[in-house]
C-alpha cells in the first residue's frame, strides 16, 4: 500500500444539546491511502456521512485529529480550511449541487473560478475534463437538460477540475439506477483513481462494491469491520 | 475576484423570472420615487421663477412675504433709504402683480405684469421679437413666449389688448428662464406705466433689487434692511423661503413626502422579498461553494454584487423610465411642472442604496450560517 493520504484517529462528534444529545461519531480511527478506493458503508444514521465531512474538512470533531498529506486539517484557520478543501478535496454530492442556471461546462468551471483562475482559461480547462467524462458535447446545455447518470458526470468532472489529491463521493449511486450507477463508479476507478490520488466513498449500494480496494463497515459511529480489503 | 462576481452575475441574471421580478421592482420604486420627487422640484421652480429670471442678487421686502407671488407694497422711501446704504451698488424698484387683460376676442385672461425700473430695465428677459427701447414707447409691453404664451393668443408685435381700460400694445416677445406656477402669461413694461395702468393701494413698491459692491457687503446690507424694518434676502435664500413656505406650509411637502416614502416601502418590500427568496432557493448552491472552499468573504461580495447589479440597473431604468414619462408628458400638456434634479437623483440613489443593503444584509446573514455539512447531509 502507498503513503496515507489521510490519517485519522480518536474522532469524537456529537450532535445536540441536553436529552436530545447524541454521539455521531465514537472514537473513530482510520487511514486512507493514495491510489486506493475506500468504500464507508453501513445503514442509514451510522455515522457515513459525519465521518466524511470530518474527513473532509468541513465539519469541526469534538475529539480526534485529522492529519491529510501530513497537515492537521483541524489546527487551520478558517480561510486555510478553506483554501484546504479548495486545493486539496474534490467533492460529488449525493444530489449533485449543479448549478441550474450555468451551463455544463460553467458548472465543470466552477472550482478553478473559485481559484481566481481566468474566466476562460476555466472553461477551457472545464471542457477537457468534460471531454473525459464522455460529455463534450453536452458543454452549453443547463444541468436540467442532462439525464441523472450525466449529471453525476458533470459533478464528477467539476470535481476533478482542480486535480484534487483526494475525492469525496457521497452516495454517487443513490440517485441512479443499478446500471447507470456501476457505470460510474467503474467509470471513476478506470479514469479518476490513480496512485497520487485517494477516492473515498459513502455508499450502502453494495452493488458497486466490486469496485472497492476497500470497503470500511460502519455501525452506531463506529467502524465495525473490513468487508473487503485490509485492516482499517 | 473577477470570474467570482462574472459567477455571480451568472446566477443572477440567468434566473430570468426573479432577475425581471427584481428589476421591475426597483425600477418602479425608483420611478415613483423620482417622479413624486420631480413633480415636487417642479412645482418649487416655478414658485420662484420671477426670482430666477430677474436674477437680482439681494431682495428687499416686506418680511410678511413669503412667496414671490404674495407681495406686499412698501413705500417709496424704503428704495431711497436702501439706496443710501453703505455697500449697495444700486437699487431699483420692481412691481409685480396680478391683471385680467381683455383680448381681442373680447374675451379676459389673467396675466401677470412685472413692472421693470424705467431708467434700467433690470431684471429684463431676453427678447427674440422687438427692439428692447420700444418698452418706453406708448402702452408699450413685452409678452413673454412660455407655455402660457397661447392663452393670450399667440400675440405677435403690434397686437393690441385692453388693461383697466387702458390700451396696451404688444412691442417685444421674450423668453425667461422658468415658466410661473399658476399657468398664467407674463407681460413686462415698466415700472410707472405698470403703476398708471394697474390699481394699486397706497405704497407701491414690490420689491426693491439691490446689487451689492461686493459679496462681502451683502451681509452688511441684510442689517441696514433689518433696522429699517424690511427683510432683505439673497437669491437663493429668498428662493428657500418660497420653497419652505410650500413644503411646510401648503401641505404639499408632506403628500410629496408620503407618496415618496410609500415608493420607497413598496420598493424594498418588492425587492428585498425577492432577493431574499433568491437567496434561500440558492442557499443549498452557496453552501455547496462554500464545501468546495469558497471563502465567506467571496460569497458575502457575491451577493452584495447581485444585490448591488440589480439595484444599480433598476435605479438607470427607473430615471429613464421617468425622463421618457415627463418628456410625453410635456408633449400633451406643456404646463407640466416636473424637472429631474441632482439632489433627487442623489436622494434616489441613497434610498435604492438603502433597498439594496438591506436586501442583502439578511441574505448574507442566511448564506454565511448555513453548514457546508448541511448539504452532505441533504
Request: proline share 3%; with cysteine; charged share 20%.
Amino acid at each position: 500500500m502507498a503513503n496515507p493520504a489521510i490519517t485519522a484517529s480518536g474522532i469524537v462528534k456529537w450532535f445536540g444539546e441536553g436529552e436530545a444529545r447524541t454521539q455521531a461519531l465514537r472514537e473513530v480511527s482510520l487511514e486512507a491511502y493514495f491510489g486506493e478506493m475506500l468504500y464507508i458503508v453501513g445503514p442509514s444514521g451510522s455515522g457515513k456521512t459525519t465521518l466524511l465531512s470530518v474527513l473532509s474538512g468541513i465539519l469541526r470533531p469534538d475529539a480526534g485529529s485529522v492529519s491529510v498529506e501530513g497537515i492537521n486539517i483541524w489546527s487551520l484557520g478558517g480561510d486555510q480550511l478553506a483554501d484546504f478543501r479548495l486545493h486539496k478535496i474534490g467533492f460529488v454530492f449525493q444530489d449533485y449541487h449543479l448549478f441550474p442556471r450555468l451551463t455544463t461546462v460553467e458548472n465543470v468551471a466552477v472550482p478553478l473560478i473559485l481559484k481566481r483562475t481566468d474566466w476562460q482559461e476555466a472553461i477551457a480547462a472545464a471542457e477537457e475534463y468534460l471531454e473525459i467524462v464522455g460529455l463534450k458535447g453536452r458543454a452549453d446545455l443547463t444541468p436540467v437538460k442532462l439525464s441523472g447518470g450525466e449529471q453525476q458526470r458533470v459533478a464528477i468532472a467539476r470535481a476533478m477540475t482542480s486535480q484534487p489529491d483526494i475525492l469525496i463521493m457521497d452516495e454517487p449511486t443513490a440517485s441512479l439506477d443499478g446500471d447507470t450507477g456501476q457505470a460510474i463508479v467503474g467509470f471513476v476507478k478506470e479514469n479518476v483513481l490513480n496512485e497520487r490520488r485517494c477516492i473515498l466513498i459513502v455508499t450502502h449500494d453494495s452493488r458497486i462494491y466490486q469496485y472497492a480496494t476497500r470497503v470500511l463497515k460502519m455501525e452506531d459511529g463506529r467502524l465495525t469491520g473490513v468487508e473487503k480489503g485490509g485492516s482499517s | 475576484m473577477r470570474g467570482i462576481l462574472k459567477l455571480a452575475y451568472k446566477l443572477l441574471v440567468n434566473d430570468k423570472a426573479k432577475f425581471t421580478a427584481l428589476i421591475v421592482g426597483i425600477t418602479f420604486a425608483v420611478f415613483l420615487m423620482i417622479q413624486m420627487m420631480a413633480m415636487f422640484a417642479g412645482i418649487l421652480n416655478r414658485a420662484s421663477a420671477t426670482v430666477l429670471n430677474v436674477g437680482a442678487s439681494i431682495w428687499v421686502m416686506d418680511p410678511a412675504v413669503q412667496t414671490v407671488a404674495n407681495t406686499i407694497g412698501m413705500p417709496d422711501y424704503v428704495l431711497n433709504a436702501v439706496k443710501s446704504m453703505q455697500g449697495v451698488s444700486y437699487a431699483v424698484p420692481f412691481y409685480s402683480g396680478g391683471a385680467l387683460v381683455k383680448l381681442a376676442d373680447g374675451t379676459y385672461q389673467a396675466v401677470t405684469i412685472v413692472g421693470l425700473d424705467d431708467t434700467t430695465l433690470f431684471g429684463r428677459p431676453t427678447l427674440i421679437e422687438g427692439t428692447l427701447e420700444d418698452i418706453y414707447g406708448e402702452n408699450a409691453f413685452v409678452v413673454i413666449k412660455d407655455t402660457e404664451f397661447r392663452k393670450l393668443e399667440n400675440p405677435r408685435i403690434g397686437t393690441e389688448f385692453e388693461v383697466n381700460d387702458n390700451r396696451g400694445v404688444i412691442v417685444g416677445v421674450a423668453t425667461v428662464a422658468s415658466s410661473g406656477l399658476f399657468g398664467i402669461p407674463t407681460l413686462y413694461t415698466t415700472y410707472y406705466r405698470a403703476l398708471q395702468y394697474l390699481p394699486n393701494p397706497r405704497f407701491t413698491i414690490s420689491y426693491v433689487l439691490v446689487e451689492p459692491k461686493t459679496p462681502a457687503d451683502v451681509w452688511r446690507i441684510k442689517q441696514q434692511v433689518q433696522q429699517l424694518g424690511y427683510l432683505a434676502l439673497t437669491k437663493d435664500e429668498f428662493i428657500d423661503r418660497i420653497s419652505d413656505f410650500y413644503k411646510y406650509q401648503t401641505g404639499v411637502g408632506t403628500n410629496i413626502l408620503i407618496m415618496t416614502v410609500m415608493s420607497f416601502i413598496v420598493g424594498l418590500s418588492i425587492s428585498g422579498q425577492t432577493f431574499y427568496t433568491f437567496v434561500l432557493e440558492n442557499l443549498e448552491k452557496f453552501g455547496a461553494l462554500k464545501a468546495m472552499g469558497a471563502k465567506s468573504r467571496e460569497l458575502i461580495a457575491m451577493i452584495l454584487f447581485q444585490a448591488s447589479f440589480t439595484a444599480l440597473t433598476g435605479y438607470g431604468l427607473g430615471i429613464g423610465l421617468c425622463a421618457v414619462l415627463i418628456r410625453l408628458a410635456r408633449v400633451r400638456l406643456p404646463d407640466y411642472a416636473s424637472i429631474i434634479t441632482f439632489g433627487n437623483l442623489a436622494l434616489a440613489f441613497v434610498m435604492v442604496v438603502i433597498i439594496a443593503a438591506a436586501s442583502s444584509y439578511f441574505g448574507v446573514r442566511k448564506v454565511l450560517r448555513i453548514e457546508p455539512f448541511e448539504i452532505f447531509r441533504g
